[in-house]
């Protein structure tokens, strides 16, 4: 593929041509994902089922076998408990690593700062200013999802929107899911509107409802990324509004974004199209929430791969941001983010072009050849 054809010009034509699409198609479904999702609730149901039945079948083993004799004994009488085994030592956080095979990326991304890793070993393919100092914008929501997920016991529970949480991000002109003052929201709609539209006004109420305060949520931000291992990284808030003290580098937000797909319900939300709110007295038909990443692409636009889940970001000081999972059609997993790009179509084929040069027999031998 030709660098020479992305021009502004390029990305211009492509929004016309890929806008319109969108309104004729109107409510066009994300025809990839739904069958993922569709195929995974099913799964879950039969999972359910199997669950059920193993434990009524052991529930009945238990109360019916009669007591076992042992050498003339009751085998009901305690015995001395032999100690356990000591649990084993907790895997080491993903590291990215550079090696010799490690390059700049095969041709030049419009985003000013980029990397490419692989999944699954941790090692660094490509690379664009991967270890300076950036601003990640609303791919902060990634750490806010994955800090809420942890820490959340009941996704059913719920919270109560107040005006004091969602006016202070409309002055700022933060991105909004939409709830309402006085909306008493499910906490799983909460991270569904966190992500998709990437709202302001839903991680501030995670955060609050997590820790008491987005302060105390930003502490526990930070306490997880220095579980990843990151030490080059600090966050102030829970959606990215720009302080010049919130702030990592590109690698550190790929080691999130890993962190985050390795935990079933953060990628269940990142790999998500659109996703309706549950009805409520100030929006009785639901919320519908669509995916600020899925509106832009499909995901299956690369050729040999397909990006499969991600965030968007943007602020003036961050530029247009991107982070993404994929693989290539040989199963290999892949992370690349993208930081400040001037046009949004830019970041998106920074993404699409790179996923594209991960053919099946691509390695990490021949990656300075791509």
Known sequence: MSDNKYTNEFFEEYEKKYTAEQKTDGEK???????????????????CVVA?????????????????????????????????EPEPEPEP?????????TAAFAYAIKSEYGVLIDADTGEIIYQKNADAKIYPASLTKIL????????ITDFNDTFQMTSEIIDPHYRADASMAGFAPEEIIPIRDLLYGAVLPSG?????????????????????MNKKIEQLGITTAHFCNTSGLHD????????????ILKAAMDNETCREILSTYQYTTTATPQNPEGLPLVSTMFSRMTGEEPEGATILGGKTGFTNEAGNCLATFG????????IMVT??????????????HTYSTLAPETTSENTESN
């Not at 693989?327 to 892949?334: T, V």
């Open 52 to 84: 059920i039945v193993l434990v009524a079948v052991l529930a009945a083993v238990l109360i019916f076998k009669p007591p076992v004799k042992t050498n003339g004994q009751d085998a009901n009488i305690s015995v001395p408990s032999v100690p356990s």
């Open 144 to 151: 806010t999802l994955l800090v809420a997920v942890e820490n």
């Open 339 to 352: 930081v400040k790009a001037d046009y949004k179509w830019k970041s998106i084929f920074d993404h699409i």
């Open 93 to 101: 956080p993903f590291a990215t690593f550079a090696t010799e095979n």
């Open 29 to 47: 479904t994300h025809t990839s994902h739904a069958k993922r999702n569709t195929l995974k609730k099913t799964r879950d149901v039969l999972l």
């Open 327 to 334: 693989k290539n059609d040989a199963g290999r997993n892949f």
């Open 200 to 220: 302001a006004d839903a991680t501030t109420a995670l955060g609050i409802y997590v820790a008491g305060t987005e302060q105390e949520f930003a502490a526990l």
């Open 244 to 255: 010049n003290n919130h702030y990592c580098t590109v690698k550190d937000m790929a080691v």
